[in-house]
């Protein structure tokens, strides 16, 4: 069965960190561009970042930019997404999602372009 499976999320402090985890089952992600995606109540879901099937691109939102790293660890079949110094305003239901085209571009990822979603994960930004 092909899925993806988000963990990682929880509720932190503003300041704080968390280390978001997409793995993959039933495939392998190598051959596709990861992005990932947040939504927070009432509004549309975002793209927030993305990293190309060759790793040799990322991309961050204006809104996380030094403060998220997007990685890939092939061997685990897992893309990661690290988050620090968190503000309440990053409080959302994050996705990651696979784009078989394998781009990352300037642009950002489209909702469009990505086809295998996971389940999603709360994160929760909360004195």
């Known amino acids: 069965q092909v899925q993806l499976v988000e963990s990682g999320g929880g509720l932190v402090q503003p300041g704080g960190s968390l280390r978001l985890s997409c793995a993959a089952s039933?495939?392998?992600?190598?051959?596709?561009?990861i992005g990932w995606f947040r939504q927070a109540p009432g509004k549309e879901r975002e793209g927030v970042s993305c990293?190309?099937?060759?790793?040799?691109?990322?991309y961050y939102a204006d809104s996380v930019k030094g403060r998220f790293t997007v990685s890939r660890d092939k061997a685990k079949n897992t893309v990661y997404l690290q988050m620090n110094s968190l503000k309440p305003e990053d409080t959302a239901v994050y996705y990651c999602?696979?784009?078989?085209?394998?781009?990352?571009?300037?642009?950002?990822?489209?909702?469009?372009?990505?086809?295998?979603w996971g389940q999603g994960t709360q994160v929760t930004v909360s004195s």
């Open positions: 999602a696979t784009d078989p085209e394998g781009l990352c571009t300037g642009y950002g990822p489209d909702v469009r372009d990505y086809h295998t």
């Open positions: 039933g495939f392998t992600l190598d051959y596709y561009a």
């Open positions: 990293i190309s099937s060759s790793d040799s691109s990322t």
